[in-house]
T-cell receptor
């Protein structure tokens, strides 16, 4: 069975500083990995995903994540955050031919002025 | 185009009552998912439909929970004999249908069982 661990429940960071949100997964089969974001008072929306191919994937608003199979990680990074990046970020995994998405508990990113 | 909609947005009920939560997916999406999100937690998978059939209902917590999608579009999550522990936000998502497709989430229904 798959599982996802997001160790950091909250990450405060100053505007224009870099940030990394950690995600580790466990699975005995090949996986697809996702980061979803929930802005205040909005629904969950996809930020980026890894299905196959290049292990580095990017979003349109400057986030990137790298699939690291040996470390079973899919950490999310941004070199310079904005106030508008304040949101809750969820890592998710599916694998083994199933459609059963497993989400982490989320990391609340708070960008400070 | 229209996104995923869920009704009602809020539902308050008493312990032991029956509730129905509705999800209208994006038109043409064959896959539909139900999740439950408790405070401070990520979405917890409940059930997945491919078309009209429940392809995976392994996340339903017990037989008080049931979901249908009779025409392959709108879905209803039904909870019998509600308990206080059922209080949560119930999320619906739809996707075109293949594993790895982006899920589009609705705004959720906040269920409160008194």
């Amino acid at each position: 069975a798959q599982s996802v661990t997001q160790l950091d429940s909250q990450v405060p960071v100053f505007e224009e500083a870099p940030v990394e949100l950690r995600c580790n997964y466990s699975s005995s089969v090949s996986v697809y990995l996702f980061w979803y974001v929930q802005y205040p008072n909005q629904g969950l929306q996809l930020l980026l995903k890894y299905l196959s191919g290049s292990t580095l994937v990017e979003s349109i608003n400057g986030f990137e994540a790298e699939f690291n199979k040996s470390q079973t990680s899919f950490h999310l990074r941004k070199p310079s955050v904005h106030i508008s990046d304040t949101a809750e970020y969820f890592c998710a995994v599916i694998g083994g031919g199933t459609y059963k998405y497993i989400f982490g508990t989320g990391t609340r990113l708070k960008v400070l002025a | 185009g229209a996104g995923v909609s869920q009704t009602p947005s809020n539902k308050v009920t008493e312990k032991g009552k029956y509730v129905e939560l509705r999800c209208d997916p994006i038109s043409g999406h064959t896959a539909l998912y139900w999740y439950r999100q408790s405070l401070g937690q990520g979405p917890e998978f409940l059930i997945y439909f491919q078309g009209t059939g429940a392809a995976d209902d392994s996340g339903l917590p017990n037989d008080r929970f049931f979901a249908v999608r009779p025409e392959g579009s709108v879905s209803t999550l039904k909870i019998q004999r509600t308990e206080r522990g059922d209080s949560a936000v119930y999320l619906c998502a739809s996707s075109p249908g293949l594993a790895g497709d982006t899920q589009y989430f609705g705004p959720g229904t906040r269920l409160t069982v008194l």
